[in-house]
């Protein structure tokens, strides 16, 4: 593989950040996020309470003993999974090959973008700048050859921080890292090494090959290779929105449902996730498939149906994984349910002749303008507003 | 059976009936064969794919009077290869095999029995309605290429076609644009009908009359489920789609902002340059209309573009009447009505950039035309 350079950002304290920015009197102060629906468990906190002590999977009864003026927030993920997506816009500004690793951090391969920015320390401050102008959110960026050092980097400094690192400092750098800073090694793997006596990453580049074969199989010379700092995995962009082969969306319910008309409600949120998607995309697909996976959450099945004509008004699509659901008897709760619409066709931009459909049209396309501005979901179908979620501060 | 007939006509009949020859992969075999039987002294070729079949009657001299069926493509094939001369064609009972010579080839083919071949009906003359047969191909080409091909909507892939008094209206949409036409019968019905036909038979029975001049026979079978076109020596039999047509009328705007009259064949050559750079972006065409006042004529400035290809802007002269507009359209719609429309000017009514768009003929009321726009670039 050739030289690369890799930048991980990574949004500090995410959850925290954003409800801070959508309610400006809790800026500055010490934040707690919990999951609400009887969750108790602090889920993140904002910068003003970690230096209290409050940490990520307190109970709610531990935080406020640390820090007693802790105000607690219940948790929105369309709001965090909208402002995740609009920060992944801005650094695709920078390079197409955008990876989202999960909710507040991704992986971007600059390489080429260095060109045109003169160097990767100015890519940094630019996406730095732009994310606190526009969100009022810090991100700590690491800048590396691979995404392995990269992610290793932006560790190194938080809040706000950016760490580069140069081949030449690779293996000063690792000789003495703990190695669970190494992104893929947890607790159990951390266990196993250390009754090996490795405990550096140094001392895990210079184990035997061979010996760490015969105890982890296949990924031992992954972990060699982790030890010395080298990872060749490419950043693989979720969709560049030329090559867009399907659209799809899958979510972990929050408990089991076997109640019909929630899985319905359901269903309709998922297609209008995926909906909303392949608008955005310009497509229209013609096959639609359907995955659920059941409470035990080893059993599961898919199931798809191709139609004549290429649909994505999230309604059309409801209707489609409806019919599918509709020909399967479910045998348990349900855990995790999926849409995702492939067989795209770039969509032309082509009103319909017949008023009905034209109307549904317009009623999708000013849902959709709404909703790109506020936020997922501010305008939704009348049937996925819950009369029982409450919100605010507890 | 034993007959002779001519090659040249036995190409020609196979061609006529070849398009109702039922796909290689049919449940029934025998709907992959041509029938072929004598007929009151000619040689009757039939096809059927159970939606369309197509009987038709050439020349021939009958020695024996019978009937087989043949695999199509095998029989067509073959035929197509004969010299232009006399052909005879003997069946042999007892194997159900065609002999057909010809020159000096002599062949075999396999058949099924004509008995296990579908009836397709006959005409009957009683309550059919009468057109002149150039006006009935005029009429389909205006209308036939609105029809939907894909299947989503079935009622969609038909040419609605109402017979009244003497007059006859046809109108297809396929959800983005909708065709309307109408002419006038020979002499009047006795009872008003309304029939939705599949447009693949209606472009079927325009195409075989290519070359007709009697004047064709519409009939609805008694059962009235299939229609049936008869013309010189070709029936044509559709099964009708059975649902309902969109109100039509419903469609058609009934007021306009802007009335804008251009040369139609200008206007199409302007479409055909702005289509090769349209191509790379959804066919989207821009129209802009700035209307004529005291001093300057209306123009309209047709554009397209495309990041990779480029940019083209043509200008028209135009009699422009009511306020300005710019609005997008398929440019492939436009050229397909822009081609069917044979008056020297055309008339393109508008009203808002998101409201159907309505073409007609200047000084021809027969015709007309509904386009949605699209939504206009960015």
Redesign the interface.
Known sequence: MTDRTVMHIDMNAFFASVEQQANPELRGKPIAVVGGHGRTVITTSSYEARAKGVKTGMAIWEGKRACPDLIFVVGHNKKYTHTSAKINGIFRDYTPEVEAFSIDESWLDITHSLSIFSSAENIAHLIKARIRRQFGITCSIGIAPNKLLAKLASDMQKPDGLTIIVPENVSRILERMPIKALCGIGKKMERHLNMMSIYTCGELGRCDEARLTRKFGIIGKRLKDMGQGIDNSPVIPFADEGGVKSVGHSSTLERDIDDPAEIQRFLLQLSEMVGSRARRYNVSGKTIHLYVRYADFFSSWGKQTT???YINLSDDIYRTALGILNTVELEQPVRLLGISLSNLK??????????D?RKKLFATQAMDTINDRFGKMSVTFGSLIPGKEKQGHM | MKVSCLQENLVKGLNYVSRAVAARTATLPVLTHVLLATDGGRLKIAATNLELGINCWIGAKVEDEGAITVPARTFSELVSLLPADRVDLELNIRTQALRIQCGRTDNNIKGIDAQEFPIIPAFEPAGAAFIDAAVLKKMIGKVVFAAATDESRPMLTGVLTKLEEDNIIMAAADGFRLSLCNGKLKEPVSEPRAILIPAKAVAEVARILGDQEEPVAISVTPSRGQVLFHMQNVDVVAQLIDQRFPDYQGIIPKRHDTRTIVSTADLLKACRQASIFARESSDTMRLKITPTDDVEPGKVTISARADETGDNESQLEANATGIGVEIAFNVKYLIDVLSVIDAPQVALETTAAKSPGLLRPVGDDSFLHVVMPMHLPR
């Open positions: 139609l004549k004509n770039h969509q032309a931009e082509q009103l319909p002749l017949f008023e459909e």
